[in-house]
């Protein structure tokens, strides 16, 4: 907050000195990389990206780490605001400049994703897992990528993604209840329990693990998780046309979490069978 108090105040010095002798104190790259920043912060993503502008036209045509730094906000930023075809091209320039970088190649993947551009969005994620399966952005990266996929119909080509991470050792129970709900698009359900269970079993060893290592039993993100796991469980064995067990499975699940308004319906429909 002081930070954008004193750039405006800067702002409005200059203002008044126009008609005179002229603003003879200018706002530096640091400055407007920290008002982007700032207006980051509160969802101005326009304005955020302006100030990146400024801040890169400000660098005299040289690239170094200041001007790499503005880059990765303001492709951020552009992504945020929904502009991913810009984002696209700010990913490209940094990987231009700095390709060893794989959270590029994963931003990139997610931008062409969101265009629509599927394969180019496969072939950046590629790139990414070559170079390291683990940094930051892969996860969100192969959500949209797995995504975009289904929603171009191409539920195969998503499954074998999910396959080739899972295969990888990159073993999670949010990659588990994707996998499994891709087989039930495919009317695989038998292989949609397995991953279903794997996932919940995923669960609880990854909220063990926390635990272990900080100490902290405090409901985590993994009770969602498990919530829906539990429900795409039951409803696995509904399609596999295990309605006993479905309805049992289902009835626990209700038990559990009765302001589910869907899975009373599905109780209701199972008691009927």
């Known amino acids: 907050m002081k930070k954008r108090k004193r750039i405006a105040a800067l702002l409005l010095l200059c203002t008044l000195l126009t008609a005179s002798a002229g603003c003879t104190s200018k706002l530096s790259k640091q400055d407007y990389r920290m008002a ?15 100030q990146f502008d400024e801040a890169i036209a400000h660098s005299n045509g040289f690239v170094g780490k200041f001007e790499l730094d503005v880059l990765k906000y303001r492709g951020e930023a552009e992504f945020r605001m929904g502009d991913y075809a810009s984002a696209a091209e700010t990913y490209e320039t940094l990987l231009e400049a700095d390709g060893k970088r794989a959270e590029y190649w994963y931003a990139l993947c997610m931008s062409e994703a969101k265009l ?14 070559e170079m390291d399966a683990k940094a930051s952005g892969a996860d969100e990266a192969l959500w949209i990528l797995g995504d975009s996929l289904v929603e171009q119909q191409r539920e195969e080509e998503a499954l074998s993604l999910y396959e080739q991470v899972l295969a990888s050792g990159e073993v999670s129970a949010a990659l588990y209840n994707r996998l499994g709900l891709c087989y039930l698009e495919a009317a695989a359900y038998d292989r949609a ?64 979490y009765p ?15």
């Open 259 to 273: 302001e589910h308004e869907e899975a009373q319906k599905e109780l209701t429909f199972l008691q009927t069978r």
């Open 36 to 50: 982007g920043i700032e207006a980051m912060e509160a969802g101005s993503y326009e304005e955020a990206v302006t």
């Open 116 to 129: 629509g551009e599927v394969d180019a969005a496969l072939a950046a994620f590629s790139s990414g897992q």
């Open 193 to 256: 329990l397995e991953c279903f269970t794997s996932g919940l079993e995923a669960v609880d060893a990854e909220e063990n693990e926390k635990v272990d290592r900080t100490g902290d039993e405090t409901e985590t993100e993994g009770a969602g998780l498990q919530q829906q796991l539990l429900f795409n469980q039951a409803v696995a064995y509904e399609f596999a046309g295990d309605f006993q067990t479905a309805r049992e499975r289902m009835e626990a699940y209700v038990a559990a």
